[in-house]
C-alpha cells in the first residue's frame, strides 16, 4: 500500500492513488496543521489556535476533537503507514519523514545542493527537478490563520531559493533555453529581487535578447529607486555593463546545448474529419464554453478531458470540434495518438511525442538539449505567446501528458482518454467531459446515415434490435455498418440474430482488426486495471440487476466498504462502469457482455458463483428485514443462511424500508429470476414471498403474478409444499385484483389440495382466507363468509392473533355485503381491538375501511367519515396505494349521500389518479369514471380543507 500526504496545491490523501475523503474544509485544516508538524505532538491548544486563530469558537475544543475522530476513520485503510494518537499533553500524527510532499521538498533541496557542491550538477538537477515538481499550488490554500500564514511564508521562501539555486545550475549548465517564462514569472512576483533579476538577463542574454535583458535592468533600476530610493547593487551593475560590451565571459559553457529555432510551416497535424459524424451537438457547445483561448499572464492554460468507455466516440468528437474551430488557432495544431489503450503496442512514450512536437515548432535536432526535462522545458518556451491546439488522443495516463502541456494561457490542450485522469485535474484544475453512449435518436440516426434510412424502414423491428444490442456505443454501429455494407446479401434480420445470442455478441462484433473488434478495444480498457479491480469488475457481471447499490456489491465483492469504494472508483475512473445516480453503478450491456465472458474464461469458476451466492444472500436477507417492517405479523419463514462476507442492510423505520424497496424492487424481480435460472431456488422463492408485501400495496398484481410463477417452478424443483402453497396463493390473489377470477379458483385449488395433503394448518387458514376473499369479489357473499369463518376457526386454534383478527375483519365484511351490518360492527370492532392490542397498522386501516362501510349503511354517516378517513390515514402511511384509492371510493359514496358532491367528486379524481399510477386493472378505473359521470354538475358543499 502506498499513501501519500499532500499540502501543496490543496490538502489531500492518497491511498494506492484514489483519494480518501477527508471531510469539510476545517476538519481538512486540523490534517494539515498535524502533517506539517508531522511525527511532533502538538497539543490541544496549539492545534485550536493554528486551525482558528484569534477567532476560535467556545466550543472549539470538542468540534476539534469530532475532527480527530473522524480524520482517524477517514485514515483508517492507511493506519500502518499513518496513525493519529493521543499522546500526553497532546496529539500526534505518526508518518514516514518523506510521506508528505512539502517534507519531501525539505528533504531534496539539501541533497541537490550537496551535488551541485560535489561537482555532480546532472544530480543536482534531478533532485532540483523533482523537489520543484512537488509544488502543485499554494501551501494549504485557503487556510487563513496566523500560524498557517506563517508556514506558507517561509515555505514560499524555500521554494523561491531553491528555484534560484536551480536557475543558477542550470545556467552554468548552459541549459538557459528552459529557464526563460519560468524566471519571467518569477520576476513578475518579485519585482524588486535582484538575485531573479541578474538570472533573468543573462538568460535572455544567452537567448540572443540583449535589449531585452538591458530594458529589463533599466526597469529595475527605475522601480527601486522610486521604491526604495536605492540604485541596484554592483553585481547587477557588472551584468549590465557586460551586456552592454557583449562580455564573452557571459557565453554559455557549451554553445551546442542552445536550440535555435529553425523556419517551419505552420504545424497543421489534425488528422481528417471523421466520416458521418452524428449528433453531439450539446457536447460540442459544452467544449466551446470549456475551452476558449486566453491571453493574460496569470489565466491557466485551458486544459479539457473527454473521457469516456472504449469506442464510445471520444476521438471523433475531439477532432469534430477542433477541425470545426481552426481559426482559434492561427499558429497552428498539433495532434498525438499516444496510444495509451490500443490493443496491440504499448503506450507511446510522452518524450518520443514531444521530440515530434519540437520538430514541427521548428526546433533544430542538431542543438536540441538531451535531457528530456530540459526539452520539455524548450517545447514550453516555443508554445510560448502562441495560440496552438494541442490535442492528446487517447491518453493512458496523468504523467503520460504532463510533460506534453504547454505553459502559456494562449495555448488550449484537449485531451481525450478512458481514464478520468484524477491526477491532471487536481495538479492542473482541468476540466472533464464525460462521454456517454449515443441516446436512442442519435444511435438510429447515425446507422441511418450509414445504411440509408430506406434499408432501416424496410426490416424496422430488425434495426430497432440492433440498435438496442449495440447500446448506443458508436464503434458497434459502426462495426454492423461495415458488416452490412461489405456484405450485401447480409440482411438486418440475420444480424440481429446473430446478435441477439448473449454468448456470442461479441463475437458478431468483431472485424479481425484490432482498432475496431469491440472486444479488443474493451479487453485494452481492461487490461489497465490492477489485478484486484479486475477481479471485481467480473464480479459485478454477477449483478442479476440492470445496476446495483454499494451495500449489495460489497456483499457481491464480499469487500469491506472502504477498498470496495476504491475499486468502484477506479472502474469509473476507466469507464468501465458508471454511477448512473446516487450509490447506484451499472454498465452498458455490451461491458456486461464482456465481464460475463472473462468471468468464465479467465477466472476460476468458484469466483462467480460465490459472488452470484453472496449477492443472492444479501438481497434476500436485506429484503426479508424490509418486509418485517412492512408487515411485522406476518408468518416468517426460515432463510437461507448468509454466506461469509455478506452483510444485509437494516432499516430503523417502516418508511425506510418503504424506500429501499422503491429503489431496489425491478433489481430483485430481476434477482429472483436470475436466483431461478441458476438453481437457487430457495432464494427465488424466499425473494419473491419478501417482495409481495410491497409490490401488493402498491398494486403491480401483473409484476406479483409473474414474479410467483418464477416463484413455483423454484419451489417445485425443492419440493417445498409449503413454498408451492404460497406461491399458489399470491397468483390467485393477483388473479382475483385482476379479475381472473376463473385462474384464481384453480390456483386456489391446488394450495388447497397441497395444504390438506401436508396437514399444514397455517397454510390451510390462510388459504380458506383467501377463497373467502375470491368468493367475495365473485359476489357469493355466503360462501365467502363460510370460508372466512374456517380461517377465524383454524387462526384461532393456533393461537395466531394477528391474523385472527384479519379473518375477523374479513367476517365482517362478509355480514356487511350480506346486509347484516350490525353483525359486521360487531365482529369489525373485535377486529379493530385485537389489532391495536398488536400495534397492527396494515390490519387497522383494513378493518376501519370495513366499519365506514358497515356505518354508511347505518346511516351513521359522521361516524363512517371518521372511520374512512381513519382508514386512509394509515394507508397513506404504510404506503398501501391500492387500498386508499378503494378507501377514497368508499368514502365518495358518504359524500354523495350527505350532499357533499364536490367532497364526492374530489375524493373520486383523488382514487382515479392513484389507480392509474399504480396501473389498476381497466375495469376499476372504468367504475370510477362512471361513478364521477352519475354526480350532478353543481355542489352543495365544497371540498373540505383538510381533505378526505
Known amino acids: 500500500m502506498t499513501v501519500e500526504f499532500r499540502l501543496l496545491g490543496g490538502v489531500e490523501v492518497l491511498v494506492d492513488g484514489c483519494r480518501v475523503d477527508l471531510g469539510p474544509a476545517r476538519q481538512q485544516r486540523v490534517l494539515a496543521a498535524l502533517l506539517i508538524g508531522a511525527n511532533q505532538v502538538a497539543t490541544v491548544e496549539q492545534l485550536v489556535e493554528r486551525v482558528w486563530g484569534e477567532g476560535a469558537p467556545q466550543r472549539a475544543r470538542s468540534t476539534l476533537y469530532s475532527y480527530l475522530s473522524r480524520l482517524r476513520h477517514a485514515l483508517r485503510p492507511a ?13 500526534r500524527l505518526s508518518v514516514a519523514p518523506t510521506a508528505a510532499d ?8 539539501p541533497l541537490a545542493r550537496a551535488a551541485a557542491d560535489a561537482g555532480d550538477e546532472d544530480e543536482a538537477a534531478r533532485l532540483f527537478e523533482e523537489a520543484l515538481a512537488l509544488w502543485q499550488g499554494d501551501l494549504c490554500p485557503g487556510t487563513d490563520t496566523p500560524w498557517f500564514n506563517v508556514q506558507r511564508d517561509t515555505a514560499h521562501a524555500e521554494l523561491l531559493a531553491a528555484a534560484l539555486d536551480r536557475g543558477d545550475l542550470q545556467l552554468r549548465r548552459g541549459r538557459h533555453a528552459e529557464l526563460a517564462p519560468v524566471l519571467t514569472d518569477h520576476a513578475e512576483r518579485h519585482p524588486l529581487d535582484e538575485r531573479i533579476a541578474a538570472q533573468l538577463m543573462l538568460t535572455l542574454y544567452r537567448c540572443g535578447r540583449p535589449a531585452d535583458a538591458l530594458r529589463h535592468y533599466q526597469e529595475l533600476r527605475h522601480r527601486l529607486a522610486a521604491e526604495l530610493g536605492i540604485d541596484p547593487g554592483p553585481a547587477l551593475r557588472e551584468l549590465y555593463r557586460q551586456i552592454l560590451v557583449s562580455d564573452p565571459r557571459l557565453a554559455p559553457p557549451d554553445r551546442a546545448v542552445v536550440s535555435p529555432r529553425r523556419a517551419a510551416a505552420t504545424p497543421r497535424q489534425l488528422p481528417a474529419i471523421p466520416a458521418l459524424f452524428t449528433g453531439r451537438d450539446r457536447e460540442r457547445v459544452r467544449l466551446d464554453k470549456l475551452l476558449t483561448p486566453r491571453a493574460e499572464p496569470g489565466d491557466a492554460v485551458p486544459v479539457s478531458t473527454i473521457c469516456g468507455t472504449g469506442g464510445v466516440g471520444k476521438t471523433w468528437l475531439a477532432l469534430r470540434w477542433a477541425h470545426d474551430r481552426q481559426e482559434c488557432w492561427p499558429d497552428g495544431q498539433l495532434y498525438a495518438d499516444l496510444r495509451g489503450f490500443t490493443p496491440t503496442g504499448d503506450p507511446l512514450d510522452p518524450y518520443t511525442v514531444l521530440r515530434e512536437f519540437l520538430d514541427a515548432l521548428g526546433a533544430d ?33 496523468t504523467d503520460q501528458v504532463l510533460p506534453l502541456l504547454p505553459g502559456s494561457p494562449t ?27 449515443l441516446d436512442d435518436s442519435e444511435a438510429h440516426e447515425l446507422l441511418g446515415r450509414r445504411l440509408g434510412a430506406d434499408r432501416l424502414a424496410a426490416e424496422p423491428a430488425a434495426a430497432a434490435a440492433l440498435l438496442r444490442h449495440c447500446a448506443g456505443l458508436p464503434l458497434a454501429l459502426s462495426v454492423l455498418a461495415a458488416r452490412l455494407t461489405t456484405n450485401p446479401v447480409l440482411t438486418l434480420t440475420a444480424l440481429a440474430a446473430e446478435l441477439g445470442e448473449t454468448a456470442t455478441r461479441l463475437d458478431a462484433l468483431d472485424t479481425g482488426e484490432p482498432s475496431t473488434d469491440v472486444r479488443a478495444v474493451l479487453a485494452s480498457s481492461y487490461r489497465a486495471l490492477d489485478p484486484d479491480t479486475a477481479r471485481v469488475f467480473r464480479q459485478l ?11 449489495a456489491a460489497a456483499g457481491l465483492t464480499a469487500l469491506p466498504a472502504a477498498r470496495l469504494r476504491t475499486r468502484l472508483r477506479r472502474l469509473q475512473a476507466h469507464h468501465l462502469l458508471q454511477e448512473r445516480g446516487p450509490g447506484r453503478y451499472s454498465c452498458h450491456d455490451l461491458l456486461r457482455s464482456y465481464a460475463v465472458e472473462l468471468a468464465a474464461t479467465v477466472a476460476p469458476a468458484s469466483e462467480g458463483q460465490q459472488a452470484l451466492t453472496r449477492v443472492l444472500d444479501h438481497y434476500v436477507h436485506t429484503a426479508y428485514a424490509a418486509d418485517r417492517l412492512l408487515m411485522p405479523h406476518r408468518d416468517p419463514i426460515r432463510l437461507v443462511p448468509a454466506s461469509p462476507g455478506t452483510h444485509p442492510e437494516h432499516f430503523a423505520t417502516h418508511d425506510a424500508a418503504m424506500r429501499w424497496f422503491a429503489d431496489e424492487h425491478t433489481v430483485l424481480s430481476a434477482a429472483v429470476d436470475r436466483a431461478e435460472r441458476t438453481g437457487h431456488d430457495a432464494h427465488a422463492w424466499q ?4 417482495l409481495t408485501t410491497f409490490l401488493a400495496r402498491r398494486g403491480r398484481w401483473t409484476d406479483l403474478a409473474a414474479l410467483h410463477t418464477t416463484a413455483l417452478a423454484a419451489a417445485e424443483r425443492a419440493d417445498d409444499v409449503a413454498a408451492r402453497a404460497e406461491s399458489h396463493r399470491t397468483r390467485a390473489f393477483a388473479c382475483t385484483e385482476t379479475g381472473r377470477l376463473a385462474e384464481a379458483h384453480r390456483e386456489l385449488a391446488r394450495a388447497l389440495a397441497l395444504s390438506e395433503a401436508s396437514g399444514n394448518r397455517p397454510s390451510l387458514a390462510h388459504t380458506h382466507l383467501a377463497l373467502g376473499w375470491l368468493y367475495e369479489r365473485e359476489g357469493d357473499h355466503a360462501a365467502a363468509l363460510r370460508h372466512d369463518g374456517s380461517a377465524v376457526d383454524l387462526f384461532t386454534n393456533l393461537g395466531n392473533l394477528p391474523w385472527r383478527a384479519r379473518a375477523l375483519n374479513a367476517l365482517a365484511w362478509d355480514h356487511a355485503r350480506l346486509g347484516d351490518h350490525p353483525a359486521a360492527v360487531r365482529r369489525g370492532q373485535e377486529a379493530l381491538a385485537l389489532q391495536e392490542e398488536l400495534a397492527d397498522a396494515r390490519g387497522q386501516a383494513g378493518t376501519w375501511d370495513t366499519l365506514g362501510y358497515a356505518y354508511h349503511h347505518l346511516g351513521d354517516h359522521p361516524q363512517a ?22 378507501t377514497l371510493v368508499h368514502l365518495s359514496h358518504t359524500h354523495r349521500a350527505t350532499g357533499a358532491i364536490g367532497a364526492a367528486r374530489e375524493t373520486l379524481r383523488q382514487a382515479l389518479a392513484l389507480y392509474r399510477e399504480i396501473q389498476t386493472p381497466d375495469a376499476e378505473v372504468e367504475q370510477v369514471r362512471a361513478l364521477l359521470a352519475e354526480l350532478p354538475q353543481s355542489a352543495r358543499s365544497a371540498v373540505p380543507r383538510s381533505g378526505p
Open 79 to 91: 493506519e500502518e503507514e499513518a496513525r493519529i494518537a493521543r499522546r500526553s499533553g497532546g496529539y
Open 102 to 109: 512539502l517534507h519531501r521538498f525539505r528533504a531534496l533541496v
Open 365 to 397: 535536432p542538431a542543438h536540441r538539449p538531451t535531457a528530456p526535462h530540459a526539452q520539455a522545458a524548450l517545447y514550453r518556451s516555443l508554445t510560448h505567446g502562441k495560440r496552438l491546439l494541442i490535442v492528446l488522443d487517447n491518453a493512458r495516463d
Open 411 to 437: 495555448c488550449t490542450v484537449l485531451i481525450t482518454s478512458r481514464h478520468q485522469l484524477p491526477g491532471l485535474a487536481a495538479a492542473h484544475g482541468t476540466t472533464h467531459l464525460t462521454l456517454g453512449t
Open 541 to 551: 457481471a454477477q449483478a442479476p440487476g440492470a445496476d446495483i447499490g454499494p451495500a
Open 687 to 690: 425473494l419473491a414471498w419478501a
Open 865 to 886: 367519515v371518521d372511520c374512512y378517513r381513519r382508514s386512509l390515514h394509515l394507508n397513506r402511511v404504510l404506503g398501501h396505494r391500492y387500498n386508499e384509492a378503494e
